[in-house]
C-alpha cells in the first residue's frame, strides 16, 4: 500500500524558515511529485512541482523565489524548504505524488496519490 507521510510542519515567526519532508513508502515513484496548500476556508492550491529527475521544478507565483522543492529519489523522499515566511503562507501542506511517468503536475487531478497533511503556522 502507498504511502506519502509529511513531517516538518510547525509554527513560525513571518520571516522565519521551516523544511518539509514527504517519505513514500510501498513504492518507488518513478514519476513527478508536488506539493499542495490549504487553508481554511479555501480550496486545495498548487505550491511547487519536480519532475522525475529533479532537473525541472515550477512554482506558483506567490511562492517563486522563497521556497525550494527538491527530492532524493535514493530515499524516495521530496523536501519543501521554504524561506521568508508570510502569515499568508499559513496552510495546511499535502505532498502528492503521480504514476504517470515524466513532467510537471499543477493541478490536483495531475496527481494519484496525496499524504495526510502537516500544518504550517506562520504568525505575524
Known amino acids: 500500500q502507498v504511502q506519502l507521510v509529511e513531517s516538518g510542519g510547525g509554527l513560525v515567526q513571518a520571516g522565519g524558515s521551516l523544511r518539509l519532508s514527504c517519505a513514500a513508502s510501498g513504492r518507488t515513484f518513478s514519476s513527478y511529485m508536488g506539493w499542495f496548500r490549504q487553508a481554511p476556508g479555501k480550496e486545495r492550491e498548487f505550491v511547487a512541482t519536480?519532475?522525475?529527475?529533479?532537473?525541472?521544478?515550477y512554482y506558483v507565483d506567490s511562492v517563486k523565489g522563497r521556497f525550494t522543492i527538491s527530492r532524493d529519489n535514493a530515499k524516495n523522499t521530496v523536501y519543501l524548504q521554504m524561506n521568508s515566511l508570510k502569515p499568508e503562507d499559513t496552510a495546511v501542506y499535502y505532498c502528492a505524488a503521480a504514476n504517470r511517468g515524466n513532467g510537471l503536475g499543477i493541478t490536483i487531478n495531475h496527481y494519484d496519490y496525496w499524504g495526510q497533511g502537516t500544518q504550517v503556522t506562520v504568525s505575524s
Open positions: 519536480i519532475s522525475t529527475s529533479g532537473a525541472s521544478t
